[in-house]
């Protein structure tokens, strides 16, 4: 997906314009010349020269060639299917951050695998075998093992009785 | 110092950490032959796991996944014309056209034995400039590490080939979201909006989790069904033929080497850039530039050591002066300091032995490569073989699990999130995401060395380059930025 230069540079500018905003309300200490605002602020600024030179020769280029798309999306994206299996990668990491702590990590897991296992045609039953097992080591090397907290939710509940 | 050594070697060689190395070195191997999967990569899914180990297994794994990594590259370039890491993309047409002439087993012999003669001269190079340079380098006072920051981070603009404003841009950015957080100077939260994970700053390990793996999965499962056939099913002899090369192009081997070493140095440009300008550089020097193109060794013998000894140069600005020289040696540096071992010369005179170790497991690593690499082409019909449309989901589920392990909460897998759409949406508009990492891994040196200064001269600017180093640093930057500015404005100017 590709943004128009000039479109791109405004929305750099705005973003720098918020830092140096938000920098306005950092306090000063006395007897000290230079707060915490002094850095962001610079960034701010080179932020800001960065994206106006952006806008303008996105400005000046399209004026030559007669303009161009403001958003240029890929051909690929025009294939449902292709576009679905993009989507399917943040909305697979939005799936497990909505599920994982009321049902567990391990349900949200193998349902994550399994389903785009399933999408990316594996047939079903190597798709619900390779998922369990994947769902298992995790489990074991990085619950068991690394002692990380994975979130326990309904499933482990059930098991161990709370 | 022989105490240091000798207890380095005692450090290396534990069971747990020659394990660790060598099952490093397998992933290494496995991630850098599937195309699509990078060393990057394979560093960023390493280091949830090393998180939990001590130093030298940490950095052991690191180092030993990185220099298989690149390596193994070469394997599906030359069977698939696929390159397994985008460090061996400069050669990846000559070596398929050696392998459709016949030649594949020459070609991965060559890339074999020179990706480790080569890997090992890069380390010689560390282990002799790093101590010298952390010599000079103990010095150093606030003036000196603004200076070198500010050349690490510009460098790593001007070496880069895309747009330096998109350059600049990325790394401004990067160093503002380094600012997020409790400000090291004075203890303010800053850009907080009470948010208590805010607080806790930007952890740079999910950033980097979304922006080089996630990013790459978002790429990767729109061309999941498409997968290569090797040009051969077969192996034969590997190293037949090599002494005939190495007798005829040996002077490629040690230009590729010392090129290589150089500009993995560099901070900012690592194994991809050192391949394609020694391939680049085999050409202009060749007695025979027309048969570039064709399927001729000449290049590829120079470009697969340059790309092995890059990695051992990356190190060097790495350890010396914490400033990274690829991106790789970024994630190294962040791993330093969630250790505790603030990278920079200090390092050397505290934990001589560390370093030392580093050395040592360079040399395994390398050593290592010859056997285990070997052993991969073999298996390379059946590791090519491994659909993609099974891995990219375990991947995505590894990413998730890793970046929740460093923050022990979901905050690291929403900044995993959205890094990686940020860093998928930067890459489509030409915007080059290593600045952006190296920013937020160098922010806080270079804000900290920059408040000091200013407080110690009081804001007087030229103070900054009143001590020599502090002063050619300076002049250098300054020269650079210049440089830079010229050639910027020159089509500006050419166009109206």
Redesign the interface.
Known sequence: ???HDTL?GLF?AA?AVA?LI??AD??S?PG?????S???RI??V??LV??V??AW?GW?ESR?TGGRRIVAV?A?FADPG?LA??L???A???F??LA??RLGFIPT?FA??AG??LW???RPLPALA?AAL??GL?QWF?GTL?????PRGLFMQLIHGG | MSSAILAAFGLVFDPYVLTVILLSAIFGLFVGAMPGLTATMATALLVP?TF?MSPVPALGAIVTATAMAIFAGDIPAAMLRMPGTPASAAYTDESYAMSRKGQLELNLGVNLVFSVLGGLIGVLVLILAAPSLAELAINFSSFEYFWLACLGLTCAIFISTGDP??G??SL??G??IG?IGI?P??G?P??TFGNVDLMSGINFIPTMIGVFA?SE??RG??T??QAGRPVQEKVGALFRGLGEVTRKYWTNFLRGSAVGTLIGALPGAGADIAAWVSYAMAKRFSKEPEKFGTGHIEGIVESTSANNSAIGGAWIPALVFGIPGDSITAIVIGVLYMKGMNPGPTVFLENPQLIYAVFIIFILANLLMLPLGYAAIRGARHLLAI?K??L???I???C??GS??MT?S?YG??L??IF??VGW?ME??GIPVAPLILGLVLGELL?HS??TS??KS??EFLVFFQRPIAGLLGALTLTTWGLMLWR?LRPARA?I
């Open positions: 997906m590709r943004v791109l750099f973003l830092i938000l920098t950092f306090p200490f000290q010349k230079y707060g915490p002094l850095f962001p960034l701010g080179g932020i960065c994206a030179v952006i020769r000046r030559r890929d690929a292709k299996s993009f399917l990668v943040p697979g990491v939005g497990y951050l994982a702590d897991a994550l695998l785009l296992f990316f045609r594996v390779i994947t769902t995790m990085f690394m002692r990380v907290p994975l | 796991v939990f404003v998109k600049f841009l401004f950015v160093l503002a600012c400000d100077a004075a303010y800053r850009f996630v999965l978002m499962v729109m999941v069904d659909p449309n099974v990219l989901p375990i995505l589920l590894f998730v699990v929740f392990a022990n979901p897998i929403v995993m999130l990686g759409v949406l489509e508009n804000e920059f408040m200013m407080i009081d804001g910027g166009a």
